[in-house]
């Protein structure tokens, strides 16, 4: 099985929608919101992703334990290794239930159960960079560019993503006059989850984007992907241009 993470899903549209309430300190709505996608649910992916929202909303312990270990079930009901990044964050917030609960067997077991799954990364791609940059088959992408969202600053990592709409949205942001390109790469080193979505809004990297601070070789050119619209893209923008969270470097 391979699930693409999509903006447009509606279940991923409530709890985003959800989050933006709990931002404006708004929680009664923000868990009605949960409790709404969780209940239009419609497969184990969206259950998982409606179940660990809601139990953020539980204020009684044993409610959250319940709801996070719903959301586990439906994890492990899922043959997806992407969908798989969760099980490590789930597991660390079973076992911070179980913490408070004064458990400490299945606090430690659900502690190890973390460290064991966290930073195995088993996405083998393929693999995307978008950009408006000219280039050719054979090509090295290199750390060390100035930052799309921030122009101030220098990156450390040349960032990807096995999610095509992911690159083009990346292109579609990126600085230059050219035309969006997305290419197939290959990462000549290590590599590792970008911590600047993982582990943020959803849990794990649901989005596949990785960095590395080898370079990244093209290996061929994508041109299908879901471009957006001139009103999309203004939003982002616009969006991009009020977030003042700090980048991961």
């Not at 789930?90 to 430690?108: F, M, Q, R, V, W």
């Not at 000219?134 to 560019?145: S, Y």
């Not at 290419?183 to 582990?199: H, K, M, R």
């Not at 982002?236 to 003042?244: I, M, R, S, T």
Request: hydrophobic share 30%; glycine share 6%.
């Amino acid at each position: 099985m391979n699930i693409k993470f999509d903006s447009n899903n509606n279940i991923i549209k409530l709890c985003m929608m959800g989050m933006s309430l709990e931002d404006s300190g708004d929680a009664d709505d923000a868990k009605a919101i949960f409790q709404k996608a969780w209940i239009e649910a419609a497969d184990d992916y969206e259950k998982f992703i409606a179940a660990y929202h809601y139990s953020r909303q539980q204020k009684d312990i044993t409610d959250k334990l319940k709801w996070l270990k719903i959301s586990l079930q439906c994890v492990q009901n899922i043959d997806d290794d992407n969908v798989k990044s969760a099980y490590s964050t789930l597991c660390a917030n079973i076992s911070e239930c179980y913490e408070e609960l004064h458990d400490s067997e299945n606090a430690n077991r659900y502690y190890e159960l973390s460290e064991l799954y966290k930073g195995n990364i088993s996405d083998k791609g393929p693999f995307y960079h978008g950009t408006k940059a000219d280039l050719k088959v054979g090509d090295l992408l290199t750390a060390g560019g100035i930052s799309n969202y921030k122009p101030e600053l220098q990156m450390n990592h040349i960032y990807f993503t096995a999610n095509i709409n992911g690159a083009g949205l990346a292109a579609s942001l990126a600085k230059g006059e050219g035309r969006e390109r997305v290419y197939i790469i290959e990462p000549t080193g290590e590599y590792e989850n970008d911590p600047n979505v993982t582990d943020k809004k959803f849990p794990g990297n649901l989005t596949r984007s990785y960095r590395s601070k080898e370079p990244l070789r093209i290996i061929g050119e994508e041109t299908d992907w879901n471009k957006l619209t001139t009103a999309q893209l203004n939003k982002w923008q616009e969006n991009l241009a009020k977030n003042k969270g700090e980048i991961i470097n």
